[in-house]
């Protein structure tokens, strides 16, 4: 089998996600193809992502900078990837972001958005990237915290600051929901996301059209709750070897 010929069970899992997406997104009256699969590969080989290339997708998110530049490096001969990163990004780290790297999903405070800035204007080009907003109010979880609508307007400052970074387009919003069986929880956390979108939009005079929210356990209730971007590793990949 050549390396990029699609395993069978990659293939079958792919398809389940996309029956699913498209089920969640016609109870709520939207199309299917407004919603976008970023396959997160973190702890799969790049041989893997060479078989979910061969199943025709293109779009890859990693969680850390060192893995993502090693498979950047190692699948450059794949024609039409779009590398995102979808992980939490250290401000020391942002310099050695890989150049082919299309999105940024985890801008979560300024300091971070200033160096990509930085970076973009050395390397002659604008990023596009998300902004982490935690909207769930979990403590240990990063992003701005905006889990208070009352206190929402408070934030806005440096959520315009970011957008007027000339390096950077905004694209939308990101968040994570809480790791919870109750499903009105996690839809929820979804549904304030894109409230917090609309509001900042309106404020600001933006026009953000992403939501990247919603994973394997969760994705679609993000559907439903108007998820564009979806981070599915495992519901596609299988799980991760246990060294990963």
Request: glycine share 6%; hydrophobic share 40%.
């Amino acid at each position: 089998m050549s390396s990029t010929t699609p395993a069978p069970e990659i293939l079958h899992r792919l398809e389940d996600v996309r029956r699913k997406v498209e089920a969640s997104a016609r109870r709520v009256g939207r199309r299917a193809e407004s919603v976008e699969l970023v396959v997160v590969t973190k702890g799969h080989s790049p041989e893997i992502v060479r078989t979910a290339y061969g199943a025709g997708l293109r779009r890859f998110g990693e969680n850390r900078v060192d893995e993502l530049a090693l498979k950047v490096a190692s699948l450059s001969d794949l024609e039409g990837v779009e590398w995102h990163l979808v992980g939490h990004l250290q401000s020391r780290k942002v310099k050695e972001l890989p150049d082919p790297v299309a999105v940024v999903h985890s801008v979560d405070r300024l300091k971070v958005a200033i160096r990509l800035d930085e970076v973009a204007a050395r390397r002659h080009r604008r990023l596009d990237v998300l902004l982490e907003c935690n909207v769930s109010g979990e403590v240990q979880k990063s992003g701005w915290r905006m889990h208070d609508r009352d206190r929402w307007a408070e934030g806005l400052p440096e959520l315009e600051q970011v957008a007027r970074l000339p390096g950077l387009r905004v694209l939308g919003l990101m968040t994570i929901a809480p790791l919870s069986p109750q499903v009105a929880v996690v839809r929820d956390t979804f549904r304030l996301l894109r409230e917090l979108r609309d509001f900042a939009c309106e404020r600001l005079g933006m026009e953000w059209p992403h939501l990247s929210m919603g994973m394997s356990d969760d994705f679609e209730v993000a559907v439903e709750e108007g998820a564009t971007l979806l981070r599915v590793g495992r519901a596609i990949l299988g799980e991760r070897p246990l060294a990963a």
